[in-house]
């Protein structure tokens, strides 16, 4: 099937630009609003990812950017770590082919990531791979001596009897002189390949490769142990493979495709590709649509690889010039030719030179480093209705954070000299006079944290009640009462792991409460001696909430056995999709501005078979029919949160069907398969339980 060049894709509504005849201006409120993380820039090391940053009013409608904060602007742009590449690994030599003489010995060579898992070779340069055999030199065939002068002499072993299940390997012995003593004779015999055997299972025909002239036909090939068990191709006799594929025979094609030359690779050093044109046409050599030549359309691109390239080569980054408080890393980039030595810079390209200093240790400095100051709490009411009294307050010293208001944390290191009046002079009016100042009661602070303002009424009145003007009050010695406080001065919680290290000083990994969309949240957060702490959700049940990709493929991909019920001893080989893999989740990361799981975030992930696979994801390349076995669970329960309904899939590859069981608001399964197919998640975004 020729794979699509086009797909859809949704931006956010045009502004129209309308004008009148006298503008009218509105004063808008607008806020930063980031999109979804992209994926990594490459499937191994270290790449980059980026997200659309936009500037939003009110209403969710684009502004220009100049109506935001640019000092709080998020990252648009940021680097990103996959698992390391692969690399040719080696097992050891096997024993040399001959027991005496010249012969050859073989090893195991594989392309393979850090954690053993093996690839198919080609995430490899195959330029770099190891030698898998090699010449070995015994020592010549010599004789085994005995008694006096008498000696035994030994050939080699001749090839083994069996090729498994065990045979045996003889060889000659012979005596080298007039007598030999028979108990020193060597042994002429030995048991040789005892490892069980395998035997070939194959499954159906797959369907012609052609509508019409000569294709082929194909079947899935597997090499299966003595128990039943899908095992690796070399332990089966080679000479015995069935034939995976034969040619089939259809009416005689009126039309045919035609390749012209592949061009040149498309680079001079490093991989490229080479492209051909392939085309539909008719005997008498007119174009025809690619329809008119049936599916098997043969390949336009395939890549080529040339010598490494002259290129840019990083030395490590320095220490940070500070150990808190925003200071630089730097290191060198120099220009190196394919053999690794260093050349004048103008061979290289200079707009893709690797920047030489970044950012580092931006968090605030420890708590111990932060200003201490006096808090003065609001005055006490008069100690007196009438005539002299006296008010009082509590004054106490404690740490300041960056923006000036006061933590919980008491400090220390205020100065005496400074500390401000614990009392006052107060009088509401002579206690013979016949008004006085009356107050009311103080409103509720308008902030719950990061100092608001109480308000009261203050008003003259006389004896029998009645309100008077100020003016028969405020008159000496009398003192009006004040009518605004500050009050809840102590600094609000933090609304990120980021503003927990900025303004409590933690380094410290573990549960903090943060204030998320208005609300109390426990996170756990992570890397906090980091410049980017990162927030994760804890979840409670491990072994409900994970991803699969399962591993088996039936033999007979048109069939869906057990009414698609799942049975791990199926007709099936274990080569089924190459992604396949199980994995468990412990904790997931999420954006606290939009409340999105970050899905290919691996960190506090368990991966039991194969490869990781993201939260949420599900695959396998199982059967054609519908009929899917891949699987994921996801459990919020004691969270506070759930799965919103906006939440989405798609679906990939070939007979993909995706179907969801929503058990209640904290869980949610589904399932997912093709031939072969996966769903991945597109938003999968958090809310609040109601």
Same mark, same amino acid.
């Given at each position: 099937?020729?794979?699509?060049?086009?797909?859809?894709?949704?931006?956010?509504?045009?502004?129209?630009?309308?004008?009148?005849?006298?503008?009218?201006?509105?004063?808008?409120?607008?806020?930063?609003?980031?999109?979804?993380?992209?994926?990594?820039?490459?499937?191994?090391?270290?790449?980059?990812?980026?997200?659309?940053?936009?500037?939003?009013?009110?209403?969710?409608?684009?502004?220009?950017?100049?109506?935001?904060?640019?000092?709080?602007?998020?990252?648009?742009? $940021?680097?990103?770590?996959?698992?390391?590449?692969?690399?040719?690994?080696?097992?050891?030599?096997?024993?040399?082919?001959?027991?005496?003489?010249?012969?050859?010995?073989?090893?195991?060579?594989?392309?393979?990531?850090?954690?053993?898992?093996?690839?198919?070779?080609?995430?490899?340069?195959?330029?770099? /791979?190891?030698?898998?055999? /090699?010449?070995?030199?015994?020592?010549?065939?010599?004789?085994?001596?005995?008694?006096?002068?008498?000696?035994?002499?030994?050939?080699?072993?001749?090839?083994?009897?069996?090729?498994?299940?065990?045979?045996?390997? $003889?060889?000659?012995?012979?005596?080298?002189?007039?007598?030999?003593? $028979?108990?020193?004779?060597?042994?002429?015999?030995?048991?040789?390949?005892?490892?069980?055997?395998?035997?070939?299972?194959?499954?159906?025909?797959?369907?012609?490769?052609?509508?019409?002239?000569?294709?082929?036909?194909?079947?899935?090939?597997?090499?299966?142990?003595?128990?039943?068990?899908?095992?690796?191709?070399?332990?089966?006799?080679?000479?015995?493979?069935?034939?995976?594929?034969?040619?089939?025979?259809?009416?005689?094609?009126?039309?045919?495709?035609?390749?012209?030359?592949?061009?040149?690779?498309?680079?001079?050093?490093?991989?490229?590709?080479?492209?051909?044109?392939?085309?539909?046409?008719?005997?008498?050599?007119?174009?025809?649509?690619?329809?008119?030549?049936?599916?098997?359309?043969?390949?336009?691109?395939?890549?080529?690889? /040339?010598?490494?390239?002259?290129?840019?080569?990083?030395?490590?980054?320095?220490?940070?010039?500070?150990?808190?408080?925003?200071?630089?890393?730097?290191?060198?980039?120099?220009?190196?030719?394919?053999?690794?030595?260093?050349?004048?810079?103008?061979?290289?390209?200079?707009?893709?030179?690797?920047?030489?200093?970044?950012?580092?240790?931006?968090?605030?400095?420890?708590?111990?480093?932060?200003?201490?100051?006096?808090?003065?709490?609001?005055?006490?009411?008069?100690?007196?209705?009438?005539?002299?009294?006296?008010?009082?307050?509590?004054?106490?010293?404690?740490?300041?954070?960056?923006?000036?208001?006061?933590?919980?944390?008491?400090?220390?290191?205020?100065?005496?000299?400074?500390?401000?009046?614990?009392?006052?002079?107060?009088?509401?009016?002579?206690?013979?006079?016949?008004?006085?100042?009356?107050?009311?009661?103080?409103?509720?602070?308008?902030?719950?944290?990061?100092?608001?303002?109480?308000?009261?009424?203050?008003?003259?009145?006389?004896?029998?009640?009645?309100?008077?003007?100020?003016?028969?009050?405020?008159?000496?010695?009398?003192?009006?009462?004040?009518?605004?406080?500050?009050?809840?001065?102590?600094?609000?919680?933090?609304?990120?792991?980021?503003?927990?290290?900025?303004?409590?000083?933690?380094?410290?990994?573990?549960?903090?409460?943060?204030?998320?969309?208005?609300?109390?949240?426990?996170?756990?957060?992570?890397?906090?001696?980091?410049?980017?702490?990162?927030?994760?959700?804890?979840?409670?049940?491990?072994? $409900?909430?994970?991803?699969?990709?399962?591993?088996?493929?039936?033999?007979?991909?048109?069939?869906?056995?057990?009414?698609?019920?799942?049975?791990?001893?199926?007709?099936?080989?274990?080569?089924?999709?190459?992604?396949?893999?199980?994995?468990?989740?412990?904790?997931?990361?999420?954006?606290?501005?939009?409340?999105?799981?970050?899905?290919?975030?691996?960190?506090?992930?368990?991966?039991?078979?194969?490869?990781?696979?993201?939260?949420?994801?599900?695959?396998?390349?199982?059967?054609?029919?519908?009929?899917?076995?891949?699987?994921?669970?996801?459990?919020?329960?004691?969270?506070?949160?759930?799965?919103?309904?906006?939440?989405?899939?798609?679906?990939?590859?070939?007979?993909?069907?995706?179907?969801?069981?929503?058990?209640?608001?904290?869980?949610?399964?589904?399932?997912?398969?093709?031939?072969?197919? /996966?769903?991945?998640?597109?938003?999968?975004?958090?809310?609040?339980?109601?």
């Amino acid at each position: 099937m020729k794979p699509i060049d086009t797909r859809s894709c949704s931006l956010p509504e045009c502004i129209v630009v309308t004008t009148t005849a006298k503008p009218i201006i509105r004063r808008q409120n607008a806020n930063w609003r980031t999109g979804g993380w992209t994926s990594c820039s490459v499937t191994c090391g270290t790449g980059t990812r980026a997200r659309l940053v936009s500037c939003l009013d009110n209403q969710n409608n684009p502004v220009p950017e100049s109506s935001c904060n640019s000092d709080a602007q998020p990252e648009s742009q $940021e680097e990103c770590n996959r698992r390391e590449c692969p690399q040719w690994r080696t097992r050891p030599w096997q024993p040399c082919s001959v027991s005496c003489g010249s012969g050859t010995q073989r090893r195991d060579v594989a392309c393979m990531y850090s954690d053993n898992q093996e690839t198919s070779g080609n995430e490899c340069n195959i330029n770099d /791979k190891p030698a898998e055999e /090699k010449t070995c030199h015994l020592s010549h065939c010599v004789a085994t001596r005995t008694h006096g002068s008498t000696q035994w002499r030994t050939a080699p072993w001749g090839e083994c009897s069996r090729t498994c299940g065990g045979g045996v390997q $003889e060889r000659l012995v012979k005596c080298d002189s007039r007598s030999c003593d $028979e108990r020193t004779k060597p042994t002429t015999l030995q048991k040789c390949n005892t490892d069980p055997c395998a035997t070939w299972n194959y499954g159906e025909w797959g369907e012609c490769s052609v509508s019409c002239g000569t294709g082929q036909q194909s079947r899935v090939i597997a090499c299966v142990a003595e128990d039943g068990s899908t095992i690796d191709m070399d332990r089966c006799d080679s000479s015995q493979r069935p034939v995976d594929t034969i040619h089939c025979n259809r009416l005689p094609c009126t039309n045919s495709w035609r390749r012209d030359p592949w061009s040149s690779c498309s680079v001079t050093c490093g991989t490229g590709y080479r492209v051909r044109t392939v085309t539909c046409q008719s005997r008498t050599g007119k174009v025809l649509s690619d329809a008119s030549c049936g599916l098997d359309k043969p390949e336009e691109r395939k890549s080529c690889k /040339k010598e490494q390239c002259i290129g840019w080569e990083t030395g490590p980054w320095s220490q940070c010039s500070k150990t808190c408080g925003s200071g630089t890393r730097t290191r060198r980039a120099v220009c190196q030719n394919r053999r690794g030595i260093e050349v004048n810079e103008g061979h290289c390209n200079v707009d893709t030179k690797p920047r030489l200093t970044k950012k580092c240790n931006r968090e605030a400095c420890p708590v111990s480093r932060l200003p201490h100051a006096w808090v003065a709490g609001a005055w006490q009411e008069c100690s007196t209705t009438c005539g002299e009294g006296v008010s009082l307050r509590d004054v106490k010293c404690h740490m300041m954070d960056p923006r000036g208001l006061p933590l919980p944390n008491m400090g220390n290191r205020c100065h005496p000299q400074t500390h401000p009046s614990t009392r006052r002079r107060c009088n509401a009016g002579e206690c013979h006079w016949t008004h006085q100042w009356r107050t009311g009661p103080w409103s509720e602070c308008s902030k719950e944290c990061g100092e608001g303002i109480q308000s009261r009424k203050v008003q003259c009145r006389g004896h029998d009640g009645v309100r008077l003007p100020i003016s028969n009050c405020n008159v000496a010695p009398s003192i009006m009462p004040e009518t605004e406080r500050k009050c809840n001065s102590v600094s609000c919680s933090p609304s990120s792991c980021s503003e927990v290290k900025h303004l409590l000083g933690s380094t410290t990994d573990q549960h903090y409460t943060i204030r998320v969309q208005g609300k109390q949240l426990r996170v756990y957060c992570h890397q906090m001696n980091s410049n980017y702490p990162q927030e994760f959700l804890s979840l409670k049940y491990e072994d $409900e909430n994970y991803s699969e990709i399962y591993s088996k493929k039936l033999l007979n991909p048109k069939s869906c056995p057990n009414q698609g019920r799942r049975d791990d001893n199926c007709q099936c080989t274990s080569r089924g999709h190459e992604e396949a893999g199980y994995t468990t989740f412990s904790k997931i990361r999420f954006n606290i501005t939009n409340m999105q799981i970050m899905v290919d975030d691996a960190t506090f992930s368990r991966t039991t078979q194969g490869q990781f696979v993201p939260f949420g994801t599900a695959g396998d390349c199982y059967s054609e029919r519908q009929c899917p076995q891949g699987q994921f669970s996801m459990n919020f329960d004691g969270t506070g949160l759930q799965l919103a309904n906006s939440s989405s899939w798609n679906t990939q590859g070939h007979f993909a069907s995706l179907t969801l069981d929503l058990d209640s608001g904290s869980i949610k399964r589904g399932k997912c398969g093709g031939f072969c197919g /996966k769903c991945i998640p597109v938003t999968m975004t958090l809310e609040y339980v109601s």
